[in-house]
């Protein structure tokens, strides 16, 4: 399955369809509209997204560049999150690459 931002790619219907398409959509936008560097694990989670890493995974699978990030606050905690460091590659990058 090949998403961009909220939609998935070869199907007639634009949106997700499934509880895991929507959730991967979720994560997808999220990343997208980051501004901050990073998004944390905790935010992922309270902004819908069930289970964040498997997400990210699924989204990495799917061709999209995203890092873990650690930073820490300034209580001096440790927290990991996730960068989308650009789109996911097209087709004929994934064919010929």
Do not use: F, K, N
Not at 10 to 39: F, I, K, N, W
Request: net charge negative; glycine share 12%; no cysteine.
């Amino acid at each position: 399955m090949r998403l961009t931002g909220r939609s998935t790619i070869g199907g007639d219907d634009p949106q997700p369809q499934t509880e895991a398409e929507r959730e991967l959509a979720l994560a997808l936008a999220l990343l997208e509209s980051d501004h901050t560097g990073s998004v944390t694990i905790a935010a992922l989670r309270e902004r819908g997204v069930r289970a964040p890493a498997q997400a990210v995974y699924d989204l990495q699978i799917a061709g999209y560049a995203i890092d873990r990030v650690t930073s820490t606050d300034t209580g001096g905690r440790s927290t990991s999150g996730y960068r989308l460091r650009g789109p996911a590659p097209s087709e004929s990058d994934l064919i010929a690459g």
